[in-house]
């Protein structure tokens, strides 16, 4: 069984309204549901990811700037009438259908805890001690990626200890990637990873960057 790790991102992907909804967030859920993947969530993330989906899913903007467009459009007669009209009613509906969908939006992260194949998991002691830790190690981190990373590293561990090797991260969040913008390994993050035997992926999709056939190498951790 592949285990794979999650965060915030991932939640915000899943849960979002449609228009900032990511088909790969949604993919990966129903691979776990088919108990071809386990998931593994650290539950601040749960939480930690409605402001943001409340604040930039909101249809407002969005909206307004195309309205903005029409205005200028129609004093500039470069819009037909009916085009315009036609794209008012178009932009209703999608404010109507957001705001139904946000309203939702504590039952969708509601039912993200009793999904099949999908484990929300608390710190425990030992992986806020491991954030600690971290907080030493030249890392970059703000301090909720810290308690994340140590999660993640902390669940890891237990799972190494049951004889589980097939680990991996999707995560989009770049503080949590370990590389840089030009692809170069970024330490001692990439260390981290590969001690806890965790192969990341910076899509939902698990396809980049792809993993070797030989991940891991369990002959480097004797």
């Known amino acids: 069984m592949r285990h794979v790790f999650v965060e915030t991102n991932w939640v915000f992907a899943y849960a979002a309204p449609a228009h900032h909804k990511r088909l790969d967030a949604v993919e990966l859920l129903e691979r776990a549901r088919a108990n071809e993947i386990r998931i593994h969530l650290p539950?601040?993330?749960?939480?930690?990811?409605?402001?943001?989906?409340?604040?930039?899913?909101?249809?407002?903007?969005?909206?307004?700037?195309?309205?903005?467009?029409?205005?200028?459009?129609?004093?500039?007669?470069?819009?037909?009438?009916d085009q315009e009209l036609a794209a008012r009613e178009v932009l209703d509906r999608f404010e109507q259908q957001v705001r139904g969908e946000l309203r939702q939006l504590d039952s969708v992260l509601k039912s993200i805890r009793t999904e099949p194949g999908l484990e929300l998991f608390p710190l425990k002691e030992h992986m806020l001690e491991r954030a600690l830790d971290l907080a030493q190690m030249d890392l970059s981190l703000k301090p909720f990626d810290q308690a994340i990373l140590g999660a993640v590293l902390g669940?890891?561990?237990?799972?190494?200890?049951?004889?589980?090797?097939?680990?991996?991260f999707c995560v989009t969040d770049a503080d949590l990637q370990p590389w840089d913008k030009r692809g170069n390994?970024?330490?001692?993050?990439?260390?981290?990873?590969?001690?806890?035997?965790?192969?990341?992926?910076?899509?939902?999709?698990?396809?980049?960057?792809?993993?070797?056939?030989?991940?891991?190498d369990l002959n480097d951790q004797v």
Do not use: H
Request: charged residues 30%; aromatic residues 8%.
């Open 185 to 216: 390994a970024k330490q001692p993050l990439t260390n981290l990873y590969d001690e806890a035997l965790i192969w990341v992926f910076g899509d939902f999709s698990m396809n980049a960057p792809e993993r070797p056939d030989s991940w891991p």
């Open 155 to 168: 669940r890891a561990e237990d799972l190494r200890q049951q004889g589980e090797t097939e680990l991996c």
């Open 43 to 81: 539950a601040p993330c749960l939480s930690e990811a409605r402001s943001p989906i409340m604040r930039k899913c909101q249809p407002r903007n969005e909206a307004d700037a195309i309205r903005q467009f029409l205005l200028r459009a129609r004093s500039e007669k470069t819009v037909l009438p």
